[in-house]
C-alpha cells in the first residue's frame, strides 16, 4: 500500500523570492522612469514596497519549512504502514535509509538556497545607497535603516534556522522511538499468533537466539573483562532529546594551583560587580515606567545611570578580560606568569576602585563632564595603576615565552592595555577639559575605550578560546594580522561621529565617517575568519557550554558593528543621535558581543580549572535568558528611538516624544528583567563550578612536574659542566 504524496514544486523558494524581488522594485521602476540616470542610481525603496518584500519572503521561509516538516512526517507515515509486511532487520534498515536520503536532499538544497537569499536580500540592499536627508516618509528607504534592519533580522533568522532543525531532529527522534515501540509491538502479536507456530519451531528459535559461547573457546577458563564498561553501560534512549548532552571540559592538571587561584579571583569579582551594575540598571529600567518610585537621592537616575554603566565597564568588563588574560597570555607563551604578587595587587586596586568609585558617584561626586567617564581621577588612578601592573606582568611574561613567535591572542591582549592607559590619561588630563577640546576628547576616549580595549582584547581571548574549545587550528593567522592593523587604523578616528552636525570641524566630521565606514574591513576579517574555523564542527556547538555564546558573540560582533557604520551616516545620525536608538545599540555591542564572549570565556576556562561542571539546565537558562532579553530590550529600543528622532525633526514638543516611550521602555524593562535574572543564573553557575573543589590532585601532579623540571635541569647543567 503506497500513500500518495504531494508533489511540491522544486523551485518553490526561488519563484517566491524572485516574486518578491520583482514585487519590490515594480513601483520604484514605474516612478524612476521619467528621472535622468536611469533606475539604479537614485532609487530608492519605498515603505509599501519594502512591506511587500518581507511579506513574501516569510512566505517562502513558512512554506520551506512546512515542506520539509510535511516530508518528514509523510516519509514516517509510510514507514509506518510498511512495517507490518517487513521484517525487523528490513525495518530498521529502511528507516535508517530514509534519514540519511533526507539529511543528503538538505544539504544539497541548502546551498542553492542561501545564494537566492543573498541575492533576494542584497539586491535592495545596494539599490537603496543614497545621501538625501531622511524624512518620515521616506525613513524606510535610508541606508543605515535598511542596513538596521537586515542586521536586526540576522540573529532573529538564524535562530529561526536553529529551532526548526532542533524540531526535525527532536522528530526524527520521535518517530525512531516510534518504530522501536512498533517493532517491539509486533513481536508481541507474532507471539500471540500460537496457532500459525508449533512449539517445536518456536522451541528451535528460541535455542538459536539464547546461543551463547562459553568464554573459554581461546584460552582459559577466566571470565572476560570489561573494565571499561564498553557492555555493561549500554543505554538505550527511546524519548526525543531536545537539549543535547553536554561533553565534559578536560582537566589540564598542569596548570599552577596559585595561579588558578588568582583567575577564580579576578572572575568571581567580575562575576559580583555584574549582578551589583546591571542590579542598578534594572532598578533604572524600572524607575523610567515608574518614575515616581522613590525620593531618594542616592537612588536616583542620574546617579544610578553611571553607577551601572561604570561598574559593567571598569568592574565586571575589566575584571573579566584581565581574569581570563591570566590564563590565555601564559598558556601560549608557554611560560610562567611572571609575578603573582602583582597579579593580586593589581586585583586589589580595581576593586577598590569601583567600590570608591561607586561611592562617589551614588554621593554626587563626579566627573559630570563625560559619559563614562564619571567616576573622579584619584579613584580611576587607581584602576589605572592596577591595569599597569597586569600590563608588566604580561610583557615580561611573553619576553619569557620558549615559542618562537608570539601568538596572535597576545598581539591583542597586550595592545588593548597599552590603548586603554593612554586613552584613561588622555581624557582626564586638565588641559583638555574645557570648550570644543573636551568634545573631542570625550568621542576619543568612549569610543577607544569600547573599541580598544574590551572589543580589542575579548578578540584577542577568542582568538584562543574558539580554537581550543573546537579542538582544531584557527582558519587563517593572516586575516588576524589584517583585522589587528586595519582596526587599529580605522578605529582610533570615529569617535567623532558622535557629534556630527556639532560644532566640530566638518572635516573631522567626515574624516569619523570615513573612519566608521572602514571599520568593514576588520569586522568582516574577523568574522570570516570566526565562522571559517567554525565551518565542519557546527556539530560540537549543541554539547558546548561555551561555544553558543561564542557564537552569538560573533554574529553580535558582524551586526553590531556594521550597525555602528549605518549609524554614522549623516541622514541616518540626524534622526537616531540623542534618542534611545544609541542605548539600544550600545548594549547590543557591550552585551551582545563584549558580554556573551565573557560568559563564554567562563564557561570554558573555569571546569578546566576545578574540575567541577555546572548544571545543563541552567546554562541553558542562562543562554536563552540573555539572549531574549536582549532581543526584548533592543528591538523595541531602536523602533521607539527612531519615532522620537522623527518627532524632534519635525519639531514636535519634546514632552510628546516622552510619551510616545512609555510603552517601549515598559519593554526595555521586561527585557533588562530577563538579563539581570540571567547575571544570577551565572553567579550560581560559578559557585557550582568552584565549590567543594578538591585541589591535592591537581597541586600533587603540578609539584611532580616541577620537581621533574628542577631534575632535568640539574642533569643538563652536570652535562654542561663536563
Known sequence: MKIKKLKWPKAIIPIMLT????????????????????????????????????????????????????????????????????????????????????????????????????????????SSAQDLPATRGGMMSEPGVVITILLVLIPIFAGVVFALFKARRSLLQFFES?????????????????????????????????????????SGTSA???????????????????????????????????????????????????????SAGEYVGIKFT???????????????????????????????????????????????????????????????????????????????????????WPAMAVWGYGLFLTLLNFISTVSKRTTKEIYISNWYIISAYIFILIVATIAYLPMGQNGIGETIIQGYYMHQAVGMW??????????????????????????????????????????????????????????????SVGMLIPVSAGTINFLMTMRGSWSRITNSYSLPFFLVGVIYYFTGSFQGTAEAFRSTNLIWHFSDFTIAHSHITMYGIIAFLLFGGIYAIVPRLTGKEPSELAVGAHFWMALIGLQFYTIPLMIGGTLKGLDWAEG??????????????????????LMWMSHIVLAYNLYKMIAGRDYSDIRDAAFLQLEQTDTDEKKNNSLENL
Not at 60 to 65: H, L, P
Not at 81 to 95: I, P, R, S
Not at 466 to 478: F, I, R, T, V
Request: net charge positive.
Open 224 to 278: 572476560p573483562g570489561d573494565d571499561r564498561g564498553l557492555i555493561g553501560n549500554i543505554k538505550t534512549v527511546d524519548n526525543p532529546r531536545f537539549f543535547s548532552v553536554k561533553r565534559p571540559s578536560i582537566k589540564r592538571p598542569k596548570i599552577d594551583p596559585q595561579l588558578s587561584n588568582l583567575i577564580l579571583w579576578y572572575l568571581g569579582t567580575a562575576v559580583f560587580w555584574l549582578l551589583l551594575g546591571t
Open 290 to 376: 515608574a518614575p515616581d518610585l522613590d525620593s531618594i537621592s542616592w537612588l536616583s537616575i542620574g546617579r544610578l545611570r553611571p553607577v551601572h554603566t561604570n561598574l559593567v565597564f571598569w568592574g565586571w568588563s575589566t575584571l573579566g578580560i584581565m581574569g581570563l588574560g591570566y590564563y590565555i597570555v601564559p598558556t601560549v607563551s608557554n611560560a610562567k606568569i611572571d609575578n603573582l604578587r602583582r597579579g593580586y595587587l593589581s586585583l586589589i586596586c580595581v576593586n577598590v576602585a569601583m567600590l570608591a568609585g561607586m561611592i562617589l558617584l551614588m554621593a554626587g561626586i563626579n566627573n559630570g563632564g563625560g559619559e563614562y567617564r564619571e567616576i573622579v
Open 652 to 673: 514636535k514638543p519634546f514632552i510628546d516624544s516622552v510619551a510616545l516611550m512609555a510603552p517601549y521602555w515598559l519593554w526595555r524593562a521586561i527585557g533588562g528583567t
Open 178 to 218: 516510534r518504530a522501536v515501540k512498533r517493532e517491539v509491538l509486533l513481536a508481541r502479536g507474532i507471539a500471540r499468533e500460537t496457532k500459525k507456530f508449533s512449539d517445536s519451531e518456536l522451541r528451535e528459535r528460541k535455542e538459536r537466539l539464547e546461543f551463547a559461547l562459553s568464554d573459554n573457546e581461546l
Open 19 to 126: 516574486v518578491a524581488v520583482i514585487l519590490l522594485f515594480a513601483d520604484n521602476l514605474m516612478a524612476q522612469t521619467d528621472k535622468p540616470g536611469g533606475f539604479f542610481p537614485g532609487a530608492r525603496v519605498s515603505e509599501k514596497s519594502l512591506l511587500t518584500f518581507s511579506v513574501f519572503l516569510v512566505l517562502g521561509a513558512i512554506a520551506f519549512a512546512a515542506w520539509k516538516v510535511y516530508k518528514i512526517i509523510q516519509s514516517n507515515l509510510q514507514k509506518v504502514q510498511d512495517a507490518g509486511e517487513l521484517e525487523l532487520d528490513e525495518a530498521v534498515k529502511k528507516l535508517n535509509a530514509g534519514e540519511i536520503s533526507e539529511i543528503q536532499k538538505v544539504r544539497n538544497r541548502l546551498p542553492k538556497l542561501m545564494i537566492w537569499l543573498v541575492l533576494a536580500v542584497g539586491t535592495p540592499l545596494v
Open 454 to 515: 574590551f572589543m580589542f582584547s575579548l578578540l584577542g581571548i577568542l582568538y584562543y578560546l574558539l580554537p581550543q574549545q573546537l579542538n582544531k587550528p584557527l582558519y587563517s593567522y593572516g586575516l588576524g594580522i589584517l583585522a589587528f592593523w586595519s582596526q587599529i587604523l580605522f578605529y582610533t578616528v570615529i569617535g567623532t561621529h558622535h557629534f556630527v552636525f556639532s560644532a566640530l570641524p566638518w572635516w573631522l566630521q567626515t574624516v569619523a565617517i570615513v573612519g
